[in-house]
């Protein structure tokens, strides 16, 4: 995505081999019309799935989400994050998730009545990096009796594994910027 | 808001004096387009208030504030909760906010870049009952030198002092839906 990129060029900052700040337009300071534009996007590129709900995980890819699940006309899912180790139960799906940016354990959570199954999913996230956050959204996805319909990524790390790991795993993964590399001052797109 | 109202009295659960839960449509499981409505409806009512920024508190005001930012053609800073207890220094602005309803202290946070003095911010949030969260938010805002425009909430319960005490305290508060009496199974609007 064009726009995407150049805004990424203008206001992102390599800080190292591994962070980019884009906290000026998309997770601390966000611009609306560029999310606007992301969700259509994503619902222009999943147009034909048939898709039934869109999920995210709190908080960084609810203003995408929301977008996308606007120009789709379908409910937005955002699964919880929980520090607690709590189990699924009749009420609510959990799955551990293992976060490397933080290098710490969470709950991914979600109730059941909002995830009934045979619904049809679009995970939407900020960053995809190790594919951890996509596995644990899918799981809860899968657990639920529900099908996966595609992944979409607003900024994609692709120096690191997470697009491979979950393209082997079957999933379609749809990231609208691909980050080759990184390092302080350096953004190389894919 | 006539068909927040509506969807209030149809899906919202009174679990007992003080818990409506509205997990079906605003905080777990999101309508989008119920969303935009609202969002316009904020834009809308402060249309003629120079507004320069949208502001909410991570993340159940995200959904909301966006929509809301998207209607002014403004961007939405998003305040972060923090567990640990920072101070405000040269990057950040921070101030301690208590939630009665986690019985816990949360630091309020955000970078000095995106708050620079002089903007018009209108605060949004989900929902008002003690006003911690609001004074929070404009503590910061108006620490950053800027000027608290308005306050949006999408649902107030107005049988707690929050929309009160802000209102003495000089700031507009405009709540979609007020809520005067809850109960287990009883809700009733003011």
Redesign the interface.
């Known amino acids: 995505m064009e726009e995407l990129i150049a805004r990424i060029r203008k206001d992102g900052k390599a800080l190292n081999s591994d962070v980019l700040m884009v906290?000026?337009f998309l997770?601390?300071?966000?611009?609306?019309?560029l999310?606007?534009k992301i969700g259509d996007e994503f619902a222009s590129h999943f147009a034909k799935c048939g898709i039934t709900r869109v999920a995210t995980i709190?908080?960084s890819g609810?203003?995408p989400a929301?977008?996308a699940?606007?120009a789709l006309?379908?409910?937005?899912?955002?699964m919880?994050k929980a520090s607690s180790s709590i189990l699924s139960d009749d009420v609510c799906l959990t799955t551990q998730v293992h976060s490397f940016t933080k290098n710490t354990d969470y709950m991914l959570m979600?109730?059941r009545?909002?995830l009934t199954p045979g619904e049809n999913v679009l995970f939407i996230d900020d960053f995809l990096a190790n594919g951890e956050a996509g596995f644990g959204a899918a799981r809860l996805i899968e657990e639920a009796g529900c099908h996966v319909a595609g992944i979409g990524i607003v900024i994609e790390k692709s120096f690191q594994d997470g697009a491979k790991k979950l393209e082997k795993a079957g999933y379609e993964v749809y990231s609208l910027a691909k980050i080759a590399k990184l390092d302080n001052g350096v953004i190389e797109f894919a």
Do not use: R, T
Not at 73 to 78: F, G, K, R
């Open positions: 906290d000026s997770n601390h300071l966000v611009d609306p019309m999310m606007k709190e908080s609810i203003a929301v977008m699940a606007l006309n379908v409910p937005l899912l955002i919880k979600c109730k009545q909002f």
